[in-house]
């Protein structure tokens, strides 16, 4: 089982390529890793064809894609979603989804309580609680940064850039990871996939938490003549 994963609901533009056997489980054959808010068009698609070279691969070798459906902004997520949905069109393959929080949270393999939290801009952030790193204990959310821990078990740790950014009310801890991986995503897929225990796969359908930032124009206003 080939997989290849990426995700762009953060500043983070990641993606990976695992495959998957009985015996030896998810093994990386290639990755590539960049984060700049502004360039998700432009650096997915030359990123996607440098794995795959980089692993001798084939788009037709894939067995599966895995997108990252959010939260995060509209624009950067619309780009992952709308690429995996159409390479899996093209190739007949299915695609699945997975919450951008819970790719940050897999990727501590913690195994106490802890919250993640991302960059929701607008002084807020995303967030949600986790039981461990293959449970979450809450729905995503977003809100000003006092709300991760509003009702919280005491000395709560928080990880991700949301909670970097708010150190004074998420505490200064290491909040690494701060960003989500792709490697950590195609892991958590092959997890679910092999039927281990994780975090729900879902459609590649963007999980908005509030309304995008771009609107349609509205109705040109009528203009009268005094």
Known sequence: MLVLAFDTATAAITVALYEWTPGEGAVRR?????????RHTELLTPSIASVMAEAGAAPEDLSAITVGVGPGPYTGLRVGLVTARSMGGAL????????????????????????VATDARRKEVYWARYHSFRARATEPAVGPPADVLD????????????????PEILGDSDHQPLLPTAGALAELTVARLAGLKGPALLPPEPLYLRRPDAKEPGPRKKVTRA
């Open 151 to 166: 009702g919280a078990p005491g000395g709560l740790k928080v990880v991700g850039e949301g909670a970097a950014l708010y």
């Open 92 to 115: 007949s393959i299915p695609v699945h989804g997975i919450c951008t929080l819970d790719i940050i949270a897999w990727a501590t393999g913690s195994e106490e309580p802890f919250a």
């Open 30 to 38: 290639g990755a590539a890793e960049a984060v700049d808010r502004r």
